[in-house]
């Protein structure tokens, strides 16, 4: 069996627009991928580990080549297991709106837990970063009240840019988008935009 591995970074549920478009898209997948399983990882619902000082302090330990042992490694249990349930997927799907330009602080929480070094990225002998996350694919669905495909808007998107920095920086470059925007911009648009967000998701799944 395979495993997507469904991060859900919207508190909306059922209200959501974002999860429009992912339902598309997992109804299409799941009659294409018989031999995939789906682990939903919703992050307004899980409590994630904090970055505390004892755990940040790990972080430098880890970065400085070194491991960890006794009280510092037990602090990072929580984080492993994490990064182990991150790693055990064969391919990503992020539902994701934006907010205040860029992610949901639960995502940027979450990215900040499993983007460690030895775990998803190491140090080469000459000082080059190796993303260690090899050969997965990512989609990105998400949803935005406003429009930012113009000329005008696109610096404005931190998201997009963002996320393709993050996950690349761990080897994921495969990655594709589907937008729904603008969603906060009348009741038809809004309608429209998701149906037409839904038909590429669809599409993209089957390919998938
Ligand atoms: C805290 C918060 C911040 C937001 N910031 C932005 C923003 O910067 N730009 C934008 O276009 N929409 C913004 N929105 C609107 C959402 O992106 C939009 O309504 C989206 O469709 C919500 O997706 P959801 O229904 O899946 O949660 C924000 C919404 C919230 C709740």
């Known amino acids: 069996m395979k495993k997507l591995l469904h991060i859900v ?6 209200g959501s627009r974002t999860l429009q478009v992912t339902d598309s898209f997992l109804e299409a997948f799941q009659k294409t991928h018989t031999g995939w399983v789906v ?3 919703n992050l307004a619902k899980e409590k994630l580990p904090e970055l505390n000082r004892k755990r940040v302090d790990g972080k430098y330990v880890l970065l400085s080549g070194k491991d960890l042992f006794g009280e510092a490694k037990e602090s990072w249990n929580e984080i492993v297991s994490h990064i182990e349930r991150f790693l055990a997927a064969d391919a990503y799907l992020i539902s994701t709106p934006m907010w205040n330009f860029s992610i949901p602080y639960a995502l940027k929480q979450y990215i900040d837990i499993i983007v460690q070094p030895k775990y998803l990225f190491r ?18 669905i998400t949803s935005r009240g406003g ?42 648009l809004q309608v429209q935009k998701i149906e037409e967000a839904q038909g590429l ?8």
């Open 9 to 14: 970074a919207t508190p909306r549920d059922d």
């Open 39 to 41: 682990d939903e990882l």
């Open 123 to 140: 140090y080469t002998e000459s000082g080059a970063v190796e993303g260690l996350v090899k050969n997965k694919k990512m989609l990105i």
């Open 147 to 188: 429009e930012y495909a113009s000329p005008q808007m696109r610096g404005f998107d931190h998201q997009e840019p963002y996320l393709r920095t993050i996950f690349g920086f761990v080897g994921i470059t495969d990655i594709n988008f589907v937008i729904a925007q603008p969603m906060d911009m009348g009741q038809a």
């Open 201 to 208: 998701a669809k599409k993209i799944a089957v390919e998938f």
